[in-house]
């Protein structure tokens, strides 16, 4: 049975009060005189501090507070505070009375009567010792999380709001995006990302995608502050309070360029072996089919031999005449065929020497030029002090109009043909497997319709070709690769479509040369002429007597060829059609390469030329047409 307990109904409210404030043990509650001295004392106030009601009442409340508090003046101050402002509110340390320490939470109200007259103040204490120690801990735990997501260098770690704003940023951030945290807070995140992705809308994406599925993971290229691409490993976490409401995003991002970098050399030196295992394999599968197919070829040789001699020399049905020379036409088609793949499968029959390709180019170049039709322009850019290489000079010359005529018929409207040569020293796996050191490099270039990256791919394969049926064997470019790979060599391709195609040959320098070499010491010959046969024997005729030969079929072209060219001779015509003649070419070259040595040529007798020049004798001439002692004459007496 439960104790009844009983109720006093004669307290006055003023009684109930007091009765009440003195019940209140969580709470110091007291009064202060105006001067702070305590003048009441409750349960709560005993309790927390130690101190009898007749031990502290009288006493000034500054012994609650401590040393350095009470020095500092701290208590008056709080007085001062109540007063002025109508209440003061604070947190601090106090003291018990056996000098033991609490953390308390003070408020200070002061009280007036009904006059307005200050009665004192009214002071409420609570310990919140408790409540402090784990918010010093939170803090603490707050601040060495902070130090550690500071302290980290090799990611950046940063938050952002829920529109993508930076709201904080580490050393790793600043290490890795070169901005500064004074620089970047309150900017958004989307200017890390690359002018494609931000036109595609990736960062919104990215947000989304977090704030949907709570994370967000993925590679891409994103970039610093001075301009320059890292590819980065990112990673976006939505941070939610305890409703569920979003309150931003955690993002750690780490420079992966390195790594990379690696794996993408890796996957091409995969890439590459693979190719050239491919190539091997093929080539030692076409090298065995060339050699049974030339034994087969013999066979037939032979046989239409016999048939010949056994029918007599020219006799027989024209029938039987006319059928063994279409044989005889298919057997060299099939063994130039032969050849090619042998080329391709590196066992062709070489003949390598010391030669400069700039000789070669030069000497091959009026070939080269009539390869190509009016709508291309053909340039020649030659590096002046270019490296000795060993070649085979009659294939380097095929392999070069090869090229010149596959890169002619990926311009079927015009374009540019560019050669130029040039001294490379290449590094560890810079081209493929050839190993480190000098190299002499020639390249075709055209501005074509380019490769697609699968054309490219298969480009020196044998038989492989994009040219209608009928318009290509597809043996042209894999001739080129076999012969230059047997020489010690490597071909590259640099194409895309629409944006043209470069082929580049290396070809390895002459070991032990201090120096790149000059020209050799052969003197070079510009034949102008207008006539193709005619430019045809000339060109024969000095290269028999020893000469290199560039030609040009008129004046302007020959004029760029001497800006551009090391020329010793002027061999010119003197009536062309169109535009400079040849004594202006003569004149030009005369003013302005005078060390030119200058040979005129003409149908007509010199007394016959009737062309406004006073002094025509100042030249050497040879009359049309010329025989080899003609052009030897006039070179000993050309000045």
Known sequence: MNKRIPIRQDLTDEQRFQYLISGIRDYAIYMLDTEGHVSSWNSGARRFKGYEAPEILGQHFSRFYTPEDRAGGLPARALATALAEG?????????RRDGARFWASVIIDPIYDEQGALLGYAKITREITEQKAAQDALRASEERFRLLVQGVSDYAIYMLSPEGVVNNWNVGAQRIKGYSEQEIVGQHFSRFYTDGDRAGGLPARALG??????????????????GTSFWAHVIIDAIHDEAGALLGFAKVTRDLTEKKAAADALAEANAA?????????????????AHDFNNLLSVLASGLEVLTLRNGMGAGDIGDIKTLDSMRRAIDRGATLTQQLLAFARQQPLQPETRSVNNLVSGFESVLRRAVNAA???????????RATVID?????????????????????GGSILIDTANVELGEREVDSLAPGSYVRVTVSDTGSGMSPETARRAFEPFYTTKEVGKGTGLGLSQVYGFIKQSGGEVKIRTAPGEGTAIAIYLPAVAGQDAPVQQDCTETVLIVEDE????????????????EVLTASGGQEAAALLASRHIDILFTDVIMPNGMN??????FTRAQYPAVKIILASGYPLPALKLEHNNLSEYA???????????????????
């Open 87 to 95: 209440k003061y509110e604070a947190e601090g340390w106090r003291v």
């Open 209 to 226: 995608t977090a704030a949907r599925e709570g994370r967000y993971e993925a590679e891409g290229w994103r970039q610093r502050k001075d």
């Open 273 to 289: 072996l693979f190719q050239s295992q491919k190539m091997e394999s093929i080539g030692q599968l076409t090298g065995g089919i």
């Open 376 to 386: 291309i322009a053909f340039e020649v850019r030659l590096e002046p002090a270019i």
């Open 393 to 413: 000079s009659a294939r380097f010359e095929s392999a070069l109009l090869n090229l010149v005529v596959n890169a002619r018929d990926a311009m079927p409207d």
């Open 532 to 547: 193709p046969d005619l430019m045809d024997v000339a060109a024969a005729l000095y290269i028999s007597m020893g000469y």
């Open 582 to 587: 040849g004594v202006e070419l003569a004149t």
């Open 621 to 639: 001439f040879v009359n049309k047409p010329y025989r080899l002692s003609d052009l030897a004459r006039a070179l000993r007496s050309a000045a």
